[in-house]
Structures are given as C-alpha cells and as structure tokens.
C-alpha cells in the first residue's frame, strides 16, 4: 500500500483531485506570453543522440528540421493518409525521406492498443539508424511517441522498467488518455504475449476473517494466529496499517517445516488500537515484536516482512541481532528517499475511472475537512491497488482480495510520514547507514521484477548493504510477489529458511 495521509488529504500521492478556484485581486490583464518557436511548439527532444521526436510537423517545419536538426529521415507513427500531403511534398523538397510504420490498433479509448510487432520493428530501426538525424513524429495527445521511447529505453538502453516509466510519463504518457497503453507498455518490457492471468487461491471468510487469539504484548493486546511445529518464522506485514491476511493462505505451505506466526502490527487488523496517534512509530513496534516473541516462548526468530514490514523486520534485526536467526525482506525500501523517487509511477498508471472514483470518495472528507475512516480508507486502497500487480486481475480476483484490502486509517494516517514521508517528516525512514551491523544475520531479499511500488533498483539496496545477503528477483510479479508468483516465491524461501548455517 501506498496511499499518504494528511489532514484534509485523502489521495493515493500525487493524485491530484481537487481544482482550486484563484480569484484575482485586480482586474489587470496578464502580460502577453511570448509565442513559442517552431521547435517549442513541436515539442522536440533527444532519444539518444540521432534520434528526436515530437509532434506531426507542419509543411514550413521540414526545411528547419533538415537545416536546423540535420533531420534526413521521417518515421511517422500514424497512417498514411493521416500526414497531409504539403507535409510530405515539403519533406521531399527538404531531402527528407518520409517512413510509416502506424503502431496505434483499435482506435481510441479503452479498446486501443500498440502493435507491439510494429514497435519493435521502430525500435530495431532507430538503433540502426545513422547518416544523420532520425525525426520520429506522431500527432499531438496521442502519446505514441512515448510508446516508442519506452520501449527504446528499455530494449536499447536497457532501464529498468520503473525508470522508463518514469520518463514516459514526463514526456506525455497519459495513461487516463489511454487506457491500453499501460498493459502495452507491460507486453513491451517483459516480451510476453499477454499478461498472465494473477490466480485466485481461495480461503473462507470463517478461515481468513476468523480470530486467532490476543496475546498481551508489552502492554498492548495483539492477535496472533500459529500454524505448524519448528523454528519460529514471525511474518510482518505492511501498509502500513493493512493486516496479517494479505499473506493467507500463500504463506501457509511454510508451516509445513516450521512454526509460522502471523500477527497483526498494533492498531491494525483485530489488534488492540491506541486511540491517539503517537502510540505509533516504529520503535513502538520493534518493542511490540519482541514482547509477543517473549510471550510466545521464543528465543530465535526468523523475521519475513514485506513493504513497510520489511523496514520493520530490519528495524528489530539492528535492536535485538541476537533475537534474530534469518531474514526475509520482500518489496521493500530501506529508506523513504529511495521510496519517494519513484512513488508516483504507480499513480501514472491509473485510469480516467479510477481517478473518478478516487475524486468521488475525497471530495466529501475534503469539504468536511477529516481524515478518512477505515472503511472510507480501504475503499480508496480498492481502487488503487490493482497498479500495484503485473498480472490481470480478474473479477474473482478482485472480489477475493477485496476482503484482504482493509487498512486501518489511524495507524496509515500516524505511520506514514515515517516510512515514506518527505525530508523533515518526523522519523523519516533511513537505515541504510546501518544494514553493515547486520552481517552474521542469513538474509534473503525478494524483488518483484515488475514492482511499481518498491522497484527493484529501490529493494536492491537492501542486498548491497546487508553483508553476504542473497537477491532474487520474481519474474513477472508487482508488489505482491507471493501472489503472483506463489510457487516461485516459495521456492526461493523454503530452502532458505531450511538452509543449516554454513
């Protein structure tokens, strides 16, 4: 999860939902702007240095693009018969060969597509090309060009994907504009021929929604469910202020070897909750963690965290490293610099609808100027977290794991600005300067290979800073790897938590 929470501000970040009314306070009329150049009001900029693009030139832009930009060849992405025939005759008379390779499919709105063949045939020509400068065009809103630039950036340049999304977006990407284009950009980048369908594994509500038992820990009343006989494997969940039952049942196989304790973090799930917001910080659910190990009778555990629950496993490895067997640090950032870089690519890859419904729900809490409840609060996590899977959803999908999506606000709305909140938030979240104390610790770090929310690059640093730590990377999962790639996922953490030190 990744929804920030202020007073009065009740969005996924950096969703903008609200228009703001400026009343001027003279009735003066605003200087003239100046009008843009010809080069401005194509929108030119480099993809690598004999590649350009921007918008369908006019017929007076070809003679400045071959003198000006040294341009000697045109690739069009529209049809034909969508360039007007003064633009191509003022082409030719500029030295400049026109090319067409159309890439749009299906016409606009949701149906449309790319012609991922047709894409790539560009890309393989624009790395080919030399001889002078390559001017790749398409018209104005369409966004195409950016398709092609995403797919260069990471066929040719090989960025990764979060990066190239990155910068699509900032050169015109409008996912809301274009509903297909970001299952495409998906194709693009991992090769597939179509998204792999995120499987249902099915768990009844008395099972999943049940209560375990409270077990008091260092004050506070936390509820706790076991499973399985062996060495202790606490699991962490995220949010933060989400709950144990995101994990169930794809975690289960791993009681199988050993005794797995789910619990819910303070505040969250059936766990007792604080009524005021300083009761939470980290530190407090460091302490919480090793009061229930305590109570449960454990010496050793193995810690597996995923999203801000990894932070918090690795926040307990560096307060009690004697307490700690192994870790297991799953989509997760050790530090809300690297977190912030990148947090509102997920955003980018909402549709017009889902911004619709994310104005919806806000506007009331916005106008009444209150924080959202736990029920207001998870059905904007509704709304948002199918960015944060690779895999199509399908409407079981959505309706088993609509029962997973519950948040309690007041511990998102306390937490947040500690693990992913800008410079100066209180207890901003850095541990990078101390992942070296944790050497002796056998970590295992697990990336989605197509994670939006902690990219691979971000949960990397974990692997580089934890001496002799293990990294893999899930093909072709999001944020939820375990999900996704269940049988992947399991087979890179079963023999780990197996392993006899060496």
Known sequence: MFLRIGKGVTLAAAVAVLCVVVVPTRAEEPPAKPAPTWDQRLGIFPINDHVVRGALPEATDCAKLAQEKGVKRIISLLPENEVPADVKQAADAAGIKYEFHPIAEGGEGADRHTDRAEVAAVVDELRSAGGGTTYLHCKSGRNLNAVVDFAYQVKVDDKPYVEALLEVFKRGMQAPQNPGLVQDLKLIASGLDALPVVPVMPLSDSELLGRGKRVNAGGVRLHVKSMGEGPAVYVLHGGPGESHIMFRPYLDALAKDHTLVYYDQRGCGYSERPPFREAYTIERNVADLDALREALGHDKITLLGQSTGGALAVSYALAHPEQVDKLVIVSSWASAEEFTRTQNVANGMLTADDIAKLRELSMPLAAQRRDPNDDELSAMQEVVYPTQFFGALTPEFKKDWSRRARVSSLV???????????????????????????????TLVIAGQFDVVAPVETVRTYAQGIPDARFEIIPNAGHYVF???????????????????Q
């Not at 992913?420 to 610790?441: Q, T």
């Not at 999900?483 to 030190?501: D, G, I, R, S």
């Open 412 to 442: 998102a709305q306390a937490m947040n600005m500690q693990y992913m909140g800008p410079p100066g938030a209180p207890g901003r979240l850095d541990l990078r300067p101390r992942l070296g104390e944790l050497k002796g610790i056998p």
């Open 483 to 501: 999900v996704e790639q269940n049988a992947k996922f399991l087979e890179a953490v079963q023999p780990f938590l197996t392993a006899q030190p």
